[in-house]
Antibody, heavy 115, light 108 residues
Framework: EVQLVESGGGLVKPGGSLRLSCAAS????????MSWVRQAPGKGLEWVGR??????????DYAAPVKGRFTISRDDSKNTLYLQMNSLKTEDTAVYYC??????WGQGTTVTVSS | SYELTQPPSVSVSPGQTARITCSGD??????AYWYQQKSGQAPVLVIY???KRPSGIPERFSGSSSGTMATLTISGAQVEDEADYYC???????????FGGGTKLTVL
């Protein structure tokens, strides 16, 4: 079964850091371009960023609101995607999803940034 | 920054055809994808590459694209189709992706 499972969400103070993980199974993770998408409470979907497969260069791209603060990485030996979030702001509060960018999505993990 | 524009809401009666549009300057050269999201659930892909339907998605869902506008059509909309729908595509560079603001479909 193709599956993505996010973890690592929680409550963090403004200015703090958090690392999300996304465990993949059921497909060849190393070949997949992976993305993070978030959804603030009551708001629409927002693309956060994407990492290409290593064979395609492994490069990353980010949405303007998170560029310079968030870093996407991958460990193909562990079939795991990461999102390192630094200098968190209250507006980063959201459910964070990992996705292959098409059909496969995780169930999401909630990040709350509040003092 | 690149934007995709959708109407905030569309309302139809059961059995009618619902059309949800998505406009963006790069759509003539970039594919559109459409997601359905019901309350409290992860998004579900209903159309990819403008007009292709994933397995398991009912045939009443179809997509098209012409010029700077992509359209999701639900022929014979049913009550269970009530949801938020988002278009998704990339800018002209192909490196930055964006969602439309979402359209709330009401079927009643």
């Amino acid at each position: 079964e193709v599956q993505l499972v996010e973890s690592g969400g929680g409550l963090v103070k403004p200015g703090g850091s958090l690392r999300l993980s996304c465990a993949a199974s059921g497909f060849t993770f190393s070949n997949a371009w992976m993305s993070w998408v978030r959804q603030a409470p009551g708001k629409g979907l927002e693309w956060v960023g994407r990492i290409k497969s290593k064979t395609d260069g492994g490069t990353t791209d980010y949405a303007a609101p998170v560029k310079g603060r968030f870093t996407i990485s991958r460990d193909d030996s562990k079939n795991t995607l990461y999102l390192q979030m630094n200098s968190l702001k209250t507006e980063d509060t959201a459910v964070y999803y990992c996705t292959t960018g098409a059909e496969v999505w995780g169930q999401g993990t909630t990040v709350t940034v509040s003092s | 920054s690149y934007e995709l524009t959708q109407p905030p809401s569309v309302s139809v009666s059961p059995g009618q055809t619902a059309r949800i549009t998505c406009s963006g300057d790069a759509l003539p050269k970039k594919y559109a994808y459409w997601y359905q999201q019901k309350s409290g659930q992860a998004p579900v892909l209903v159309i990819y590459e403008d007009s292709k339907r994933p397995s398991g998605i009912p045939e009443r869902f179809s997509g098209s694209s012409s010029g700077t506008m992509a359209t999701l059509t639900i022929s014979g909309a049913q009550v269970e189709d009530e949801a938020d729908y988002y278009c998704y595509s990339t800018d002209s560079s192909g490196n930055l992706w964006v969602f439309g603001g979402g359209t709330k479909l009401t079927v009643l």
